[in-house]
């Protein structure tokens, strides 16, 4: 039998194990626990109110207290990751992480972070299509490919 | 019998029926009292004579449809037979004398919507366990499990969790107004 | 209720005495619902078709346990000689899924019986099993 089958280096791109957090993208709009059909993120937060030096008044900012995804609910449907406007949650090839006991398939942010890593890059596009839409607005001279 | 055919059969032996066509499907609806007629010209006038399923759909106030599909195996053609049964009189003849495949269909239809099916060798629950109350595909039978428990998305962004605001919460999709009663 | 003999992968360069378990395990699988079809690719793939010398017996839950048929799974560990361990494989037999909110799903096999290791997924992969095997067996499972 082949062992490094047990690992997930093998798996084609898009293939969902596990769900990652970038923290540093999550504004806490809520979108990706409301839209979860298995009621399975739980987020905590409140606001903070931040005076930037140069800012002319104070703004009101949400600061994430608690980002927790409950692996035992989670069917894998991807939703979260579809909705968030801010990118901050990827998919994982990652499948293996069975627990002992249910309360360890709650991934807190730290562990949600920690998928972070076995995030791989995105996929090429196919040959011949256009370029990718951040491409074309760096370099708005280029024009539409496609 | 093809579409066309099976449309002016319809309107020759079952002259209560109301027949909608599309490609390769045609739609009859007929009331309550001519339902084995209706099914009765499909499977021995028409040639549909495959059974597919039978349930229900909750029109609310109207009632109860009970639909039928039936397959045409020689023609290629689909029969959907459907009629009405009122809210407060859920009662209608069993298809099972034509069709024997009616019979778990209509078991599940029967604990699923509250449609007693008159004539029915064995109506008793088919999928849900003993001691059942209800009639789950209602419209009007919530799902509890989403009233009680806590929703994730109730809280706004930013609202801390011990928040006191006495604003009236959101609500989480598929629970009904009201519910659950106080 | 299909029983396999089923030796334990090793990692590559990994020997019986680093693993330190039983290298056999007989799994029951239970195959309620679509789970069933990942373990059952599993079992073929991983599976020996010379009978080893099984020393635990685990029961493999995988797929929905509805309330009609929670006195078969009860009966299904009652059943199961010793020495014995129950693996729940995949959301619905975790804590009911994405049927948690359903008018008859039993929400977990933990519910009626006791689960020894909890699989997660929708469904896992077959190679989660084995992860979730060597969890069972090893009790530290592929971590460090």
Redesign the interface.
């Known amino acids: 039998m082949n062992g490094s089958d047990l690992d997930a280096g093998h798996l084609p791109p898009r293939s969902r194990g596990v769900i990652a957090l970038l923290e540093e993208n999550c504004t806490v709009c809520m979108l990706c626990a409301r839209e979860c059909p298995d009621w399975c993120i739980y987020i905590e937060s409140h606001k903070q109110t931040v005076l930037a030096p140069d800012a002319g008044r104070p703004r009101v900012r949400n600061v994430l207290d608690r980002f927790a995804i409950d692996f035992s609910l989670c069917m894998y449907c991807g939703i979260c990751i579809e909705v968030c406007p801010y990118d901050a949650l990827f998919w994982s090839p990652e499948f293996g992480y069975p627990e002992t006991a249910i309360a360890g398939l709650t991934h807190e942010r730290d562990r949600l972070r920690d998928w972070m890593q076995t995030v791989p890059p995105p996929p090429a596009h196919d040959p011949g299509a256009p370029p990718p839409r951040e491409a074309q607005a760096a370099s708005p001279g280029a024009g539409p490919a496609g | 019998m093809t579409g066309a055919q099976l449309l002016a059969g319809a309107a020759r032996h079952l002259p209560s029926a109301r027949c909608a066509a599309e490609e390769g499907t045609v739609t009859m609806e007929v009331p309550r009292e001519d339902w084995l007629t209706a099914l009765t010209f499909a499977r021995d006038t028409a040639g549909c004579d495959f059974f597919d399923w039978l349930t229900a759909v909750d029109e609310q106030d109207h009632g109860l449809a009970v639909v039928v599909h039936l397959y045409s195996i020689e023609d290629q053609q689909h029969l959907f037979v459907r009629t009405l049964v009122p809210p407060d009189d859920p009662v209608l003849p069993t298809a099972t004398p034509l069709f024997r495949g009616a019979a778990w269909a209509e078991r599940e239809t029967h604990e699923m919507f509250g449609v007693v099916f008159e004539g029915h060798p064995d109506l008793v629950p088919l999928?849900?366990?003993q001691g059942?109350e209800g009639h789950?595909l209602r419209k009007d039978?919530p799902?509890?499990?989403?009233a009680t428990?806590d929703?994730?998305?109730a809280?706004?962004?930013?609202?801390?969790?011990a928040s006191a605001r006495s604003r009236r919460r959101l609500v989480?999709p598929?629970v009904p107004e009201g519910w659950p009663p106080a | 209720m299909v029983a396999v003999d089923l030796p334990l992968p090793r990692r590559p360069g990994e020997t019986d005495e680093a693993v330190a378990v039983p290298a056999w395990v007989r799994v029951f699988d239970a195959g309620l619902a679509c789970c069933a079809v990942e373990v059952s690719a599993a079992l073929r793939r991983y599976a020996s078709k010379l009978p080893g010398e099984a020393a635990v017996n685990v029961l493999v839950v995988a797929g929905t346990v509805t309330d009609k048929l929670a006195p078969l799974v009860q009966a299904a560990y009652r059943d199961l000689p010793g020495p014995r361990r129950v693996l729940s494989f995949g959301a619905c037999s975790n804590s009911g899924g994405p049927y948690w909110d359903s008018y008859c799903v039993t929400k977990g096999a933990d519910q009626l019986i006791p689960v020894d290791v909890y699989v997660p997924g929708c469904p896992p992969r077959p190679e989660a099993l084995i992860h979730g095997l060597r969890l069972l067996l090893t009790g530290a499972g592929d971590r460090p």
């Open positions: 999928l849900l366990p059942f789950p039978f799902l509890a499990a989403r428990q929703w994730p998305g809280r706004e962004p930013g609202e801390p969790a989480p598929g």
